[in-house]
């Protein structure tokens, strides 16, 4: 089946600092990549879809400035946490869809974010 | 807003039994079903995905759509400990939307 590789799994890191998420789909040309957020014991919350080459469509709640999407090529999908805060704590998934998948979404294993 | 509802559980089901899951939407124009399977700190891997009223099987699952109560289940056969996960029920309307997802069941098979 198709594989999307997310990384890095694990990030702990300082409040106020910049953390990059990417998403890469290995063996499928990803379309639409889907950025989710899920809260321990909590479901999985969408943040943001973005098509390749176009500006990405959040959720509302989520705030564009703080969490940057970029969706430049048809294999990766970034994002970036600016100034992160305790609050924004979570496990963040992304899921993509492509050619040939139908309706298929294939989610990436996962990071779990951990700001001190 | 769109919702979609789920028992949090934990469903406690005797190994070899059939567990059965269950899961309520709001959305009337949602098209498509899925249900994915969890275990805790991993990501979501998916078990079937459905968009027809009546029952699909796969193995020891069983996915069922009923439109006109805006109801769909998993039935697992035979369970197994290994079945033990958190059950997602996520639902899809038309074009690039992406899933909105409940906050799952937590099943457990007791051996």
């Known amino acids: 089946g198709a594989v999307v590789s997310q990384h890095p799994s694990r990030v702990i890191c300082k409040s106020g600092t910049s953390v990059k998420i990417e998403c890469r789909s290995l063996d499928f040309q990803a379309t639409t990549m889907f950025w989710y957020r899920q809260f321990p014991k909590q479901s999985l919350m969408l943040m943001a879809t973005s098509n390749e080459g176009s500006k990405a469509t959040y959720e509302q709640g989520v705030e564009k400035d703080k969490f940057l999407i970029n969706h430049a090529s048809l294999t990766l999908s970034t994002l970036t946490v600016t100034s992160a805060h305790p609050e924004d704590s979570s496990f963040y998934i992304c899921?993509?869809?492509?050619?040939?998948?139908?309706?298929?979404?294939?989610f990436g294993s996962g990071t779990q974010l951990s700001v001190l | 807003q769109k919702e979609v509802e789920q028992n949090s559980g934990p469903l406690s089901v005797p190994e070899g039994a059939i567990a059965s899951l269950n899961c309520t939407y709001s959305d009337r124009g949602s098209q498509s079903f899925f249900w994915y399977r969890q275990y805790s700190g991993k990501s979501p891997e998916l078990i079937m995905f459905?968009?027809?009223?009546g029952d699909k099987e796969d193995g020891r699952f069983t996915a069922q759509l009923n439109k006109a109560s805006q109801y769909v289940s998993l039935l697992i056969r035979d369970s197994q400990p290994s079945d033990s996960a958190t059950y997602l029920c996520a639902v899809r309307g038309g074009g690039a939307d992406g899933l909105t997802f409940g906050k799952g069941t937590h099943l457990i098979i007791q051996p």
């Open positions: 459905i968009y027809s009223n």
């Open positions: 899921s993509a869809r492509g050619t040939g998948a139908g309706e298929k979404l294939f």
